[in-house]
């Protein structure tokens, strides 16, 4: 079974430009995850969907993220325009369902430095 | 404010030795609890869930859970030094809006 897949694994950018990261889940995996994890923290929750719908994203700085899952299979997120404190690493994760037995996986992670 | 705590470490464990990591959750009504071993640079990587009172053993690693103290705990018998890593625990509740509530993780250093 393919785990997930995201890209690109590593991108620097100048503050106030824009990036987009993509995600693609495990197969059959309905629930889809982006995280935010700064060094020496946990990962972070942006944004969480079942299927093609947004169950939570209340940590989102929805005036610069945002992100789509139209088909309800792959995702991307988007950043625009981005700041210094935005270089972190971006996770995409998936899970089966996003019910108590909520085992999530995850892909490698994007690194973004923004200069 | 939900929370779930780690020493942060490093724990140093002599080659061979037990290394117990701990993980504190304030949430009493939390359900699911998982271990995630992270090696520098790479993602988080499950390796233990358990979802009730007791402990659940999987090779050399031992998930043991005590909801009444609300602590998660993991033992890695006979460490390796490619256990060598930071672990992050991570609690699921229906207080925390369906949602896993991470700890900073416990960074791990066995040493040969």
């Known amino acids: 079974e393919a785990g997930v897949a995201q890209s690109p694994r590593y991108k620097i950018i100048e503050k106030r430009q824009s990036v987009a990261f993509w995600c693609n889940p495990i197969?059959?995996?309905?629930?889809l995850y982006w995280y935010q994890q700064i060094l020496g923290q946990g990962p972070k929750l942006l944004i969480q969907f079942q299927n093609n719908g947004v169950v939570d994203d209340s940590q989102l700085p929805k005036d610069r993220f945002s992100a789509e899952r139209l088909k309800g299979v792959d995702s991307t997120l988007k950043i625009q325009p981005a700041k210094l404190e935005d270089s972190a690493v971006y996770l995409c994760?998936?899970?089966?369902?996003?019910?108590?037995?909520?085992?999530?996986?995850f892909g490698p992670g994007t690194r973004l430095t923004v200069l | 404010q939900k929370e779930v705590e780690q020493n942060s470490g490093p724990l140093s464990v002599p080659e061979g030795a037990i290394a117990s990591l701990n993980c504190t959750y304030s949430d009493r009504g939390s359900q699911s609890f998982f271990w995630y071993r992270q090696y520098s640079g790479k993602s988080p990587e499950l390796i233990m869930s358990?979802?009730s009172n007791g402990d659940k053993e999987d090779g050399r690693f031992t998930a043991q859970l005590n909801k009444a103290s609300q602590y998660v705990s993991l033992l890695i018998r006979d460490s390796q030094p490619s256990d060598s890593a930071t672990y992050l625990c991570?609690?699921?509740?229906?207080?925390?809006?369906?949602?896993?509530?991470w700890g900073a993780g416990t960074k791990l250093i066995i040493k040969p």
């Open positions: 994760a998936s899970s089966r369902t996003g019910g108590r037995n909520n085992e999530q996986f």
């Open positions: 991570a609690v699921f509740g229906m207080d925390s809006n369906y949602q896993l509530i």
């Open positions: 358990i979802y």
């Open positions: 197969s059959g995996h309905a629930t």
